[in-house]
């Protein structure tokens, strides 16, 4: 970054991000699975806009479970919208790719026929499953149980 004398930055000290900042909040989200969902999406011959779509809608996820606390965490479609700024018809076209990409799971919450904020998992990066599953062209299919892929009939079994 170029020095000025009469510069509004040069008079500020100006520190390094600190990580042990104890007591403020924090929104983490792991390397591996950012650098799991370009892959994904690059090897797809994707464009950059769906690759930046992907990110924002992965950090509203992450955003609100930090907020909860939780890697599991209840919220609405809007309100995951509202955090990525994008449409609520775009967060379900993601997520409901990010379940197939197995790095989330969703369960529908309902009070009798009234539906309510689904319940979210981010699920934590596994290299073996996500890296086999990527070079295999299968995908994790969310009502497959305990590590099983699929991809149309054929199903591959994961050995974790």
């Known amino acids: 970054m170029a020095q000025t004398k009469n510069s509004v930055i ?3 000290n100006l520190k390094p991000r600190n990580f ?3 007591g403020q909040p924090k ?3 792991d390397k591996r699975v950012l650098r799991y969902m370009r892959s994904y ?3 797809t011959g994707t464009r950059k806009v769906k690759i930046r779509t992907a990110l924002v809608t992965y950090l509203a996820l992450t955003e609100i479970s930090s907020n909860k606390m939780s890697d599991i965490f209840q919220a609405t479609r ?3 919208a509202k955090h990525a700024v994008v449409s609520v018809s775009t ?3 993601y997520t409901d790719e ?3 990409m197995g790095i989330l799971k969703k369960e529908n919450i309902k009070d009798g026929k009234t539906n309510k904020a689904n319940r979210w998992c981010l699920i934590a990066f596994n290299e073996f499953i996500h890296i086999s ?3 295999s062209g299968h995908t994790l299919n969310s009502n497959d149980k305990e590590g099983v892929c699929s991809k149309g009939r054929a199903r591959l079994e994961v050995v974790i």
């Open 10 to 12: 040069d008079k500020i």
């Open 20 to 22: 042990k900042q104890e």
């Open 27 to 29: 929104c983490w989200q």
């Open 41 to 43: 999406y690059e090897n």
């Open 78 to 80: 809007k309100t995951l």
């Open 91 to 93: 967060i379900r076209r």
């Open 98 to 100: 990010f379940i197939t």
């Open 133 to 135: 599953v990527r070079n």
